[in-house]
T-cell receptor, first 112, second 112 residues
């Protein structure tokens, strides 16, 4: 299995608090992605990175920011969490965009 | 951007029967099509993929077919087993384009 670790695996927090999710890879892959998964919506792209300090928005980026200061780590931050951001968040990596993505096991985030 | 539609959203088959999941895509430039299986509490795992220069690919009980003219591709699972029960996602992307586009998923239930 690809070396991807997401942390934390579960988190419960309150509306208005900041939240940071971490994705750590040991594959030295160039591309890293953050998705959210909600019933009926499949996987929706939040942000992605195509290199250190190179990031871009996905289709549901409002309310989220990301940072990638080194190849192995990609952080997703909710500056002020809202209940609509309750979801399961997945990180994915790939070495090239004509290769499959490999996914972490997800972070279940509940915002009360 | 690309739009991937996946059908059906749920599929129930008897053990030993075949299952077929279909996806359509909108961007004729898409040239890489992976399929993922997601088990409960886990991240999606690649099960098979196909590139646009190939019409069909098989791996034991799993096969994928691609019709570029009609812009659709399908996953075929033969001799289904209870352990095939999971959610399946199709995806499409264009080489050198950073994003992957996912279908909304099919929940497959194989009844023993």
């Amino acid at each position: 299995d690809a070396g991807i670790t997401q942390s934390p695996r579960h988190k419960v927090t309150e509306t208005g608090t900041p939240v940071t999710l971490r994705c750590h890879q040991t594959e030295n892959h160039r591309y890293m992605y953050w998705y959210r998964q909600d019933p009926g919506h499949g996987l929706r792209l939040i942000h992605y990175s195509y290199g250190v300090k190179d990031t871009d928005k996905g289709e549901v980026s409002d309310g989220y920011s990301v940072s990638r200061s080194k190849t192995e780590d990609f952080l997703l931050t909710l500056e002020s969490a809202t209940s609509s951001q309750t979801s399961v968040y997945f990180c994915a990596i790939t070495g090239a965009t004509n290769q499959p993505q490999h996914f972490g096991d997800g972070t279940r985030l509940s915002i009360l | 951007g690309e739009n991937v539609e996946q059908h059906p959203s749920t599929l129930s088959v008897q053990e030993g029967d075949s299952a077929v999941i279909k996806c359509t895509y909108s961007d004729s430039a898409s040239n890489y099509f992976p399929w993922y299986k997601q088990e409960l509490g886990k991240g999606p795992q690649l099960i098979i993929d196909i590139r646009s220069n190939v019409g069909e690919k098989k791996d034991q009980r799993i096969a994928v077919t691609l019709n570029k003219t009609a812009k659709h591709f399908s996953l075929h699972i033969t001799e289904t087993q209870p352990e095939d029960s999971a959610v399946y996602f199709c995806a499409a992307t264009v080489y050198n384009f950073n994003k992957f586009y996912f279908g909304s998923g099919t929940k497959l239930n194989v009844k023993p």
